[in-house]
């Protein structure tokens, strides 16, 4: 074997072993995009889930948050703890949409988040009347960090309409 034939050799080796190389890193992307995914659903779960037990924990904030939500009459005092409350839940999925905009490459379908929020309002009266009362105004403010947020969930609540 001359050292010419030993060299092509050589090079068709290193090739080969680059081009494994390559596929292994390919498939570790997949993998850690598929982990960080399902990590950022769970941590929006895990304020979901903790939204909903302090409420559960909680009887008149949970009459109020369901009385609230249907469109019920409330007190003053009752209206603006509703009213906290109703922001909280709004931001969470807010959060959750702009975190899975920031992972775009990893996070299919930021809307989802969008989606979620456009059904919660549609089937609840009470946060529909406080959506149009306090979020809508923002969507004529340009630069507002609000605003590309509400403006995308109105487009969508009235899709949905």
């Known amino acids: 074997m001359n050292w010419e034939a ?44 903790e939204f909903e037990l302090e409420l559960g924990r909680d009887a008149d904030m949970s009459r109020i948050w369901h009385a609230g939500m249907a469109g019920e009459e409330l007190t003053y005092p009752e209206i603006k703890q509703f009213n906290s409350l109703a922001t909280v839940r709004v931001l969470i999925q807010r959060d959750a949409w702009l975190r899975a905009r920031i992972l775009e490459n990893v996070v299919e379908d930021a809307d989802m988040y969008l989606q979620i929020l456009a059904g919660v309002i549609a089937r609840n009266p009470g946060l529909k009347r406080l959506w149009d009362e306090r979020y809508i105004p923002f969507r004529n403010l340009p630069g507002n960090i609000n605003h590309e947020f509400v403006n995308r969930t109105t487009e969508i609540l009235e899709e949905e309409s």
Not at 12 to 36: D, H, P, W
Request: net charge positive.
């Open 6 to 49: 030993a060299g092509a050799i050589g090079e068709i080796l290193g090739a080969i072993a680059v081009l494994t190389t390559l596929i292994y890193l390919a498939l570790q992307i997949k993998q850690s995009n598929r982990f960080e995914a399902a990590r950022h659903l769970d941590v929006h779960m895990d304020r979901i889930r």
